[in-house]
């Protein structure tokens, strides 16, 4: 793009195009000059009595731009007194879209539509005249033609600010102007420069005002002239649009009414500078009749909205006040309306004054907006104050983070303006069809779908060019917008009006170029138009070829595939042929002959025969409402066949004859559609049929729901499209004759939804009479229930599969889903249901009908019985439904509005007693109007909160405990709200008002505390968040499923969406997560060395249940050493004792070092809690720690090498969330890569493993040096101590050295070109640069950087050049080292300004003069190492970039879309530098893209051989892959779980194991290999629980899982297949064993039920229910050899045992082939109240293997012990007691060895009969599963996700 620095300062445009020589300029009519006396100098006149048909256009060639980009256009006229003047700009967006504003003295009031904006011009009077006084006192003198004293006018517009406040569009550059009769000019000009004409140079000089700071007097030869001693404003009119400091409207332009001001004063408001100018008292005085028409009576537009600030709760806003500003005292809210984030990528910092009003786009469809924001909010941005003398608001700003909040994922809907419509892309991968107002395009694979936004009304019709390159689409309405849309980009390419209303049919020709609508004009007329959009796509204009007026009624019309200028249409009773000829549009009908009252729906062509076939040859096709089809012969204009579709006789009662064309009573075809070989029929039967061309007869048919409204066959022939008007969209499949339904939807509005969140369902109930349930994430439907009374609110009970159903005959309806079945109906409510809920914890159920009667159920009973009824209690009406109702999170209180709408009531929730009122309608006691409560929500529970949406627009804090009012907050919404919802961590707030949605920050703290989220087409019924936090739902007129992106870590990690933070200021509100995590850190103390063991091990405490002395623990000092890690033995230092044996009967004394302070006092490695806390980098490439609650115990103690128990044998899996955490050097054959805490050095060949173990946190990543002898890592310090980085020794696999200067997680590592130099990079808490010396590791230099930093790199070329990349740009390092000393020196450089505010997340080295960078956005950057300039930039990937990768000419790039590429980049060293290359179509000339990959998850770390042939990626995902370009491969090569592992268990033969994970996959992996056999998927589920089956045969070897939605699944590994799925609970189960003789399967649930299930036929043999409402924790089974079932005097071949949540454990005794099942022991252990804030540890329990008659027990209790219960004695004969609250546990089979987990990270292995134990460290958070192999020779631990397997020695 060509540079703008000749348009500074301004742009003399009269000058620019020599207008007077009229060569690029034109004049028409009567355009003369003459010379003004007032300004004595020349001037344009121009005059005629019809103002279009006299004017001057600027450029003369409206195929030609004038490009002017100035902020401000300045107009310098005088009306002509006594007539009429119109001017004309068309204005160019960013977007491409080219928008008219005009303003003139014709117009009495403001109009708009997408493309145009009209305001009314009220033209003044001059001092003193009588017309000053008319408009005094009428107010109403001025509208209309200019008053005879009318002066020049100098006319400021603010294009920037009016495009985006009114069509939300960022303003690019004026096109061209058209200034019309009637009025004289003297220039015109723009510029980026707020100018003030009364002002002169030597004015402005004292004011110091100048260019720098945006402001100025007006140029010499634009000003007016002054008499000496004379006011310029007593002479002229000076008009700024939109008006400044004025409560003028902004829909007119006129002259403002600022109060009078000293003029050289200025001051900051907010980071804002003002100023006013002093004004005439008769300009002030001006008052418009505009003003009494559009400015709102109650809700004036210009007052911000007013928040209510009570101390306690924060302030809300705070803004200072000055006298002197204009009389602006109204406080001012700003709230941010977030749609697309591309909105703002090219706005200059001087505009950040203006809140932008953005739509929402899609990731894929980021370019699409609207047109028209739906609700005019207007709060979104404030007047502009054009005179900007800092920037200084950018870092004083605080936003609603992140920016957008909500991100649209999926819609479920079809239709609303029309079922007629929906397109098959060419590739026959996609289906484009409408969804109210949205266009949305799907994959039929995937159903992932984009969207195409833009309309502010319901589409009605699509049409796609024959390539599918371009979309048109119309909207219904009385503003039958056109947009036509590059499909494959996504945005907007034109927007044009044409027709007054009921657009209802489009068609493309095939090449695109010619485009064809009809619909009715003013006159409701049938209008035709065709349009020529031949240069669309280069940025031309669409044009009218031909339009024509018809009395002929057109259902649809087509262009014809072979010519575009021919067209048929059909309609009523005509058939009509088309063309286009010399601008006209002529048509003929078709001689129907005797059939010339048919009602013809759909016409087709032939479109298999080649498009050069002549037109003669051509067939045509069309259908009618009475079944006939008939076939034209387009030559002749005649009917050639004519045939009939028939209803199927009926012969028999289950055969139907086949359907041929006879005569009969027909059936009607709405759509048909035809290909080479075969016609598709849609009919009102509902069956879509396939013909031959002959018609002979059906050879496929589908049957649908309702009548099918659309057919079309796909351009392969292989697929047809089929919808019916009851809102179902699908397509069958020729060659497999199957159908896939892609979606269905309701025909009317939703009432209102409700979320399961444990199985992702929703239920919806519409206006239509139905209750349906869909899967959230496939968007199915599951369910559809029919009511004969019409449904109005439904809730789903929150962990069981079942819901409920009011209705608008009061009926209340309990189902359950899982088993089809009508629990229960109750008919006590006489009014339409309006509030339906279940309490938090599933024991109640609430009602509340329109009548004002409130019910109370018992939902923990199947039959829902009634507990109580309370009448007049809730206010009466329908206007608080669906959600009148709301349930505190606690289960204790219940809110609603009543008895009456101005009082809202607080009840107990288990007996419905009055708590509390609180009249709304007295709160505010200066309304003139009593406020009624339209909506309650309640609050965290904790903050006891009642929030109450009122009927003024007003959200009112109430206390739940007094009732006062403790904050309010006014103009929520333009209308009143529908929905409000608050999260559950109480951070955010949601609302609906009308058709927006809009999530607030809930203390109301930021500068801009909301966002705004449009495009439901109607207004919206309900909002909510999904249970669990991630999304939103919001229905209306279709069901939006939104992602809810605060709690996901401000990142967009699965979409292409990029988000934009403002990074140089913090938000006031800090997630709660993080804030915890922070205060942890900076409270802990250093890690200590703990003292090493001696020989022997020390020994736990072993007691009888009748010793007295519970004396457990003894007592040991902490030595006062610097952190050291256990494995690496050093010097020890400071005063304390040094360690040596302790007492057998002992433990290391337990300190908590929460609250303790650091007993080093003058260590500073503890992290100091700042006052302002960083923000997190809005990209995926920063590591962040997973989050662990668990703390490490400090004092452990490790065992001696060569003492140790358990050896550590396999890790398995990889940590996804590392980055960089992988390194592979083929030439030396090493390859590492980190799991947990420990670093993994695999040989490829053999699968043998090393183990590098040093750190106690998650390792963040890795480094190698070039000779691969070195290794560093890096982890996060323990307990807030700074981050650790080992160097490992490669070769023996010892730690070097260890160091730490980081105090946040260490981002990046790397090693010189010659490895003499080393460097770590910190995170964004303290984003510091380290470098080191590889001979000693002593840090050399460090240098802060600006911002966060995401990676580092040394030049592989280059001795000392290295480079870093962050949120703030580029900076290149220089290394100097003169003599001993080391310089760095640093140059920071801003990303280039065509990637727009972005982040830089990865680098790498080309060769020593070029370095490629990358962005989240993905973009890649090349730069200049010498010059520092960005030549060049490209679009690589849609999502963000994290991992870059160069070797030679080869460019790796991975990123967050999960694609991985290949790129040539051989010629970027041919370009020149200083000519930028940037443009899209220019990058395919010098990059080329080689090849690609989709791998399973986003791309985080990669290494490649030199010749880039192949090479090893890691994803997030935890899979390493092997990938090889030669030959197109890719292989696993370490395959692990990504989320959290529930259980590992080993098959009974040890020749595999199997573990299950939150993801709901199942695992079997091979021993000893550790390779992955098969693994089995259930997707939307978490795998709680697995087990092996007892058979010792490995063909019938079975596992078997229990899944989070109560089923168990029953794979058989020999077929890799699932054998069974059973369905014995209703909430997740928790554990699951197949009987010791396999016969049954036990199965226990979240609810405390235990299943005994048939592994044969699935059928549930018995449920046992005696440890209902306690989770089950564990059940095992014991055979008849290890058993003595007689002993105790039971049959039974088997024992089994299960534990529960609340400390009880059954034991029983089984004979399952019997049909036995014997309680045989009941244990109850006994506990103090839990009063932390988590949950306490779990209640566990085991028969011992070496003596069955023992039972093993551990859980909360008196005290941290181990119990062995003999079930022969009926006692506790032994304890053991423990330092922590065991986990879990495991016993071994032999050696009498227990193990037990802690969530203090320790495994702690116990010798049961010495007590003997050792501590073992491995695990980076705190363990959860752990189990022995049947022989005792092996043993698995699991925390999160990282699986151990380790050897075991014994003690």
Known sequence: MASKGWQHPYVNIFKHVRVEDWKRSAKEGDVTTYTDKTLKCSVFRIRGPVPANSYILVPKNTNQSLGLNGRYFYLLFRPIPGKYFVVHLDVAAEEGQVVRITFSNMFKEFKSTATWLQFPFLCGAAKDSVYESTSKSARHGFVGPAPNSVRWTCLMLDLQHTLSIYVNRCYRHVKSIKLCANLAVKNMFTSDLLLDPGVSFSEAKLMGLASSLGTGPMPRDMSFPVPKGGSWHDLYDHIKFPSEGTKLPFDSIQKGNPSSCVPSQISPIRGEVFRCVTLS???????????????????????????????????????????????????????????????????SPRDTDDSEVHVFAHPEDAFSKYGEESEEEFVCSSPPHPLHLSSSKETKQQKLLPDPILNLNRIIGFGGGTFKYALWTKSGDAVVYPCHAIIVSMKISSNQQRFFIGHTDKVSALAFNGNTTLLASAQTGNHSVVRVWNYHKGNCLAIFRIHAHSLSSLSFSHSGSVLCGVGKDSHNKTMVVVWNTQNITKGGEVTILAKAHTDVDINTMKVAFFDETRMVSCGRDNIRLWRVRNGTLRSCPVNLGEYNSMDFTDVAFEEGNASNQHPDDQTLFASSR???????????????????????????????????????????INSISVSSAFCATGSEDGFLRLWPLDFSAVFLEAEHEGPVSLVSVSSDSLQVLAATSTGILGFLDVSSHGYNTLMRSHTDTVLGFSVDGVRRHLTTASSDGTVRIWNMDSLQQLYDFVSEDSPCSVAFHPSEQIFSCGSSSGVIRVFDISSAKLLAEHKHHSGEVVGLAFSPDGEYMYSADSQGSLALYNSSEEDHNVIRVVCNVVARGTERAPDALTVRSDSRCLAFVGPSEYIVTIADARSLDELLHVDVSILDVESPRLDSALKVCFSLASTEHLLVATSANKILWVSTKTGRLLREMSKVHKQQISS??????????????????KVWDYNMQLTVNSQLFIGHSQPICQVSFTPDQMGVVSVGDAIFLWDFLAHSGYSLTNSSLPLRVNHTSAPRSVHPDV???????????????????????????????????????????????????????GPASGSGPSSGPRSAASFLKVTELVNTPSLNSSHNDTIQSKGK?????????????????????????????????????????????????????????????????????????????????GHSEEISCLAISNDAQKMASAAGGSNGSRSLICIWDVQNGTCHKSISFHRGAVQSLGFSRDDRFFLSVGDFSEPELALWSTKTFQLLSSVSMSGPIHDAAFSRSAAGQLACVGSQGIYFCLLHTPGLDVDLQVQRVKAPAEVGDVELTALCYHTDSFLFTATNRGHVCVWDVNTQDCFMTWEADKGEIGVLLCRGNRLLTGSNTRWFRLWEVEAIQSLEPQEKVCHVEDRWTTVVLEKEVMLDGTVVSAAFDNTMDMGIVGTTAGTLWYINWSDNSSIRLVSGHKTKVNDVVFSSDENHFATCSEDGSVRVWSVPSNELVVQFQVLNQACGCVCWSPSPSEDSACVAAGYSDGTLRIFRLASSEMEMKLHPHHVAVTAIQYSASGHVILSGGKNGLVAVSSPVNGATIQVIRDHKGAQINTIQCVNEEVSSCKNFGLEGIEMWLTASADRRVSVWAA?????????????????????????PPPSLAAFCPTDPDLVVYTGYGVEKELSFYSLTKKQIIKKIALPHWATCFGLSSKSQLIAVGSKERVLKLIKSSSGRFQDFLQHSDSLQTCHFSPTGSLFFTVAYNEILLWEVRGL
């Open 980 to 997: 409000l919802a608050v999260s559950e961590d109480s951070r955010f707030l949601l609302t609906a008002g009308h058709n927006a949605v």
């Open 1075 to 1129: 804030a915890v995590s922070e205060v942890q850190l900076s409270i802990g103390m250093p890690r200590q060395k703990a003292p090493l063991p001696s020989s022997p091990p020390p020994h736990l405490e072993i007691s009888t249940t009748n010793q007295a002395d519970r004396g457990a623990f003894g007592s040991s000092s902490l030595c006062e050493d610097t952190p050291t890690i256990t494995t690496v033995p």
């Open 1173 to 1253: 806390k960083p923000i997190r980098p809005d990209c995926y490439r920063h590591f962040i720690p997973r989050f662990k609650p668990s703390t490490i115990d400090q004092a452990a103690v490790a065992p001696q090498p060569g003492e140790e128990g358990i050896k550590l044998k396999a890790v398995i899996g990889y940590n996804g969330n590392g980055r960089g955490n992988m390194v592979w050097s083929p030439d030396q054959g090493l390859f590492a890569y980190s799991c947990g805490c420990v670093v993994v050095v695999e040989h490829l060949h053999t699968g043998c493993q090393r183990h590098l173990q």
């Open 281 to 347: 008292k008769p300009v002030q005085d001006r008052v418009s009749l505009v003003q009494q028409i559009t400015t709102p009576k109650s809700l004036p537009r210009d007052r911000a909205p007013a928040v209510t600030n009570i101390p306690e709760l924060g302030v809300v806003s705070s803004h200072q006040k000055d006298d002197w500003l204009c009389h602006n005292d109204n406080q001012q809210q700003q709230e941010s309306a977030c749609f697309s984030p591309h909105q703002l990528t090219s706005r």
């Open 626 to 668: 009475s079944g006939h089809i008939f076939e034209v012969d387009y030559s002749r204009v005649v009917i050639r066949n004519v045939r009939r579709l028939l209803p199927a006789l009926q012969q028999h009662a289950d055969r139907r004859e086949k359907l041929t064309f006879n005569t009969g009573p027909g059936i009607a």
């Open 1711 to 1735: 004979d399952w082939l019997k049909d036995k099942c014997d309680l045989l022991d009941w244990l109850t252990f006994p506990a103090p109240a839990y009063l932390e804030d988590d949950s």
